[in-house]
């Protein structure tokens, strides 16, 4: 059982019935073992009760387990439905300090109670207790006594008569002492003993020494007190930062918590409302709010009782499953509608935000489905599944990164000339720039990791790789070598030569086996990773190399061209598959689908072209851009396609977000940047400025009204650009616009809109 509750139906009264719980649940001592152990205990008996309540009536536990069933459906659900509190719990045990273990114990079972308190005693004599309680030398007998007693408290367990000698020392001190500071340290001890040790239960005289501790504490003046209030409170050195007033209440809640147990275990449950309402009001506690919700709703408070419960709950959980094996909550009188109070607050709390976020919702929101499967949750109308509801809207949550749902992650301002490539580790954790130097970045925090200046400053990098493992970085340019380095150490591992061109793509396979450039000169070299030798020199195309890409599984190689064609080879043999050659200009980029069964192409005709990798058949051409399209990237498990167009005249980028199943343009944005690169988990967009600059920007991490709040906002701004342009008649004469055109609303990326001039990029020309 986790907390008592007298029951009136045993032929016992209150003292006897609360004498043999403490019996039946003895604690030594307070650990993380300990408290994994008892959390178990809970899983254990959560499938004990489901066994009882699905017994056949006769069963002596049947009708009691049943009972506490209805509880349990209001609550978790069922039994089993709240293993996963109790799991919780446990899992906060290995990042826990001393001040959550000691509040974890306390909503875990009172029997921790008292080794709480000999954990506090310890740390006391652990430091000058002399010091603390501010004791003359003029009461050194009195002090030599105290430290005695202390330290048979400390000592004590239920074999030994420690208890019993520092309780009778304990009450001698407070009789006859005349020491002004800190009586409500020992007054503290002897009401603990008194309250929670079977052998020594007087609870009349607890509920006395601790509302004199109470008092005492209130009365504290003396400032150099401070150290042990922060003691006695378990705030450790933590409580020397806190303000002194703010100590005192902590410690005088807690004293009349424990006066309201001594009342609440008699059964006096009006008396016991007095404390805690007292304690709830100078400071709360979970286990203090849950007894007050008990000790409200035994005197018919019923109101008051769900309130109460309502806040507890919305800040741990763990007390629904602990209201749903706790057989006193099912004993007292209008339990379920109390309970029935609380759950329809709160389901008519979640509701109202999903109204409040249907009405503004956009229709191919990123948020819809995670609606739909919250509305599915609220269906369950247990408080674990609203609470759950509640949590997953108020959660801040990493959102797609489209290009108009996006914030500014770090800057990177290292380079001193035009960056001309960009990469990400396959991790997404690190950015690799290049221009006559390359440089790597942390994607978080923009912190510089290693720079690399093997080259000469007239050469350029072009191309960018990291290995599959994030362990080596590969470049190569102008320079017509490759060079690889290792990325931690920063050494140059080796430098691979062929090329008697500039290189323009580099590429690892998935397995780290093989690494292919592309360059300048039309081949194609096949390098192997681990001994650098080439593994094939492939030749077929007409014209510049303009992209090389593994497929997933490491089988086929494609390779893209200014002649306007992609070339798929066997990686094992070298030979040529296919020819894919619809594309009517150069092909600028291309990119596999995570499961390599469609391959995505880009070119300077404007258009994007998706290709089933089965038959070679072209299943889509997407229109759109008004400029050649300079790259393509597979976004959100390949459900949407990510294309990037630069008109060089203008200098404005602009990307476009594509739906894959029905070739769809979603949304656009423009900006003054030239090139702009997604990260593997397409969490990260990294864009390249004239500035010299490469922007992070991040998908954000906001909860989920503030998200539709943003979207709806950014809908509407589109919506307005919307109706004012299909207004505007545009003069013939003016930046050579024809009447009646416009253009398509977009987002535009800082700075001014100059979205203006011709693309005049000439075909067939080599790099």
């Known amino acids: 059982m986790l907390s008592f509750q007298v029951n009136p139906k045993l032929n016992r009264d209150a003292l006897s019935q609360y004498r043999a719980f403490l019996i039946e649940n003895p604690k030594s001592d307070v650990s993380k073992e300990t408290l994994a152990a008892v959390c178990q205990a809970i899983e254990l008996e959560t499938r004990r009760q489901t066994q009882y309540a699905q017994a056949p009536i006769s069963n002596p536990h049947s009708k009691v387990a049943r009972e506490m069933y209805q509880v349990a459906q209001i609550m978790t659900g069922s039994f089993l439905g709240g293993v996963t509190l109790a799991q919780n719990i446990a899992k906060e045990l290995d990042k826990t300090d001393d001040e959550t273990l000691s509040y974890i114990a306390s909503m875990l079972d009172w029997g921790f109670w008292l080794p709480l308190d000999q954990k506090v005693v310890s740390q006391i004599l652990d430091d000058d207790l002399q010091m603390l309680m501010r004791i ?58 008194y309250l929670y040790h079977p052998d020594f239960l007087n609870l ?51 004293y009349y918590f424990h ?97 409040e976020m249907r009405a503004a919702i956009v229709e191919d929101s ?148 093989y690494l292919v450039s592309g360059g300048i000169d039309e081949q194609l070299v096949v390098w192997n990773t681990f001994t650098g030798d080439i593994a094939f020199k492939l030749k077929g195309h007409q014209n510049s190399i303009s992209k090389v890409v593994f497929s997933p599984d490491s089988q086929i190689l494609a390779s893209a061209s200014m002649d306007n064609t992609i070339q798929l080879w066997d990686i094992k043999t070298g030979k040529n598959l296919r020819t894919l050659n619809r594309h009517k200009h150069a092909v600028t980029h291309l990119q ?31 229109h759109g851009h008004d400029n050649g399209v300079d790259s393509v ?30 070739g769809r343009e979603m949304e656009s944005t423009y900006g003054r940047f030239y090139s702009a690169v997604f990260s593997p988990d397409a969490s990260q967009l990294a864009v390249a400025s004239s500035d010299r600059s490469v922007k992070i920007m991040s998908a954000p991490e906001v909860p989920l009204t503030r998200f539709i709040a943003f979207e709806h906002k950014l809908r509407r701004e589109l919506e307005s650009l919307r109706k004012s342009e299909s207004q505007l008649q545009r003069d013939p004469k003016e930046n050579g616009r024809r009447r009646g055109e416009r253009r398509k609303p977009s987002y535009w990326l800082g700075g001014l809109d100059l979205r203006q001039g011709n693309d005049r990029r000439q075909s067939q020309l080599k790099l």
Request: a neutral charge; one cysteine or more; proline letters at 1%.
């Open 633 to 662: 990237h597979f976004l959100f498990k390949d459900k949407y396609i990510a294309s990037t167009s630069f008109n060089r005249m203008s200098k404005v980028c602009c990307i476009k977000l594509w739906d894959v199943l029905t």
């Open 136 to 193: 003359s030398d003029s009461e050194s007998s009195w002090f030599s006594q105290l430290e005695k007693a202390f330290h048979h408290y400390k000592d004590a367990t239920r074999q030994n008569d420690f208890f019993q000698q520092s309780l009778q020392i304990l009450l001698n001190l407070v009789s006859a002492s005349k020491h002004d500071y800190g009586n409500y340290a020992l007054m503290q001890r002897i009401g603990m003993l």
């Open 259 to 355: 006066a309201g147990v001594s009342c609440y275990v008699r059964a006096e449950y009006e008396r016991a409302v007095e404390y805690f309402e007292t304690a709830y009001y100078i400071f709360s506690t979970p286990e203090l709010e849950y007894l007050l919700a008990k000790s409200l709703l035994a005197i018919g408070r019923i109101g008051d009782c769900a309130r109460i419960l309502i806040g507890l709950l919305k800040k741990h959980e763990f007390y629904m499953l602990k209201a749903s094996l706790d057989e006193g909550f099912s004993l007292l009188p209008n339990a379920l509608d109390s309970l029935a109070i609380v759950r329809d607050h709160l389901l008519s709390e979640v509701r109202s935000k999903m109204q």
């Open 366 to 513: 990123q948020a819809l489905q995670i609606l739909e499967n919250i509305d599915k949750r609220t269906k369950e109308r247990s408080c674990f599944s609203i609470l759950q509801a509640r949590s997953e809207i108020e959660q801040p949550r990493r959102w797609l990164l489209t290009p108009r749902v996006f914030e500014s992650q770090s800057l990177i301002m290292s380079h001193s000339l035009r960056v001309n490539a960009i990469c990400f580790s396959q991790d997404s954790r690190l950015v690799a720039t290049a221009s006559w130097k390359v440089i790597i970045n942390e994607v978080e925090s923009g912190a510089e990791v290693q720079t690399f200046t093997d080259l000469k400053s007239k050469e350029t990098i072009n191309a960018l790789a990291f290995s599959p493992d994030n362990r080596i970085l590969a470049a190569a340019g102008s320079d017509k070598r490759i060079f690889i380095w290792d990325v931690s150490s920063g050494a140059l591992n080796r430098v691979l030569e062929e090329h008697t061109q500039s290189i323009s793509s580099l590429a690892f396979s998935s397995n780290n086996r």
């Open 204 to 254: 009349s005289k607890a509920e006395m020494y601790f509302i004199n501790a109470a008092q005492s504490v209130q009365k504290e003046t003396n400032l150099q007190m401070k150290r042990l209030l922060s003691t006695l409170t378990r705030q450790g050195s933590k409580g020397m930062i806190q303000d002194f007033e703010s100590l005192k209440r902590r410690l005088s809640s807690e």
């Open 592 to 622: 596999f689908s995570s499961d390599g069964k469609m391959l995505v192409s880009s070119s300077w005709d404007k258009t994007i072209k998706i290709w089933d990798m089965q038959t070679g058949s072209e299943l889509q051409t997407l």
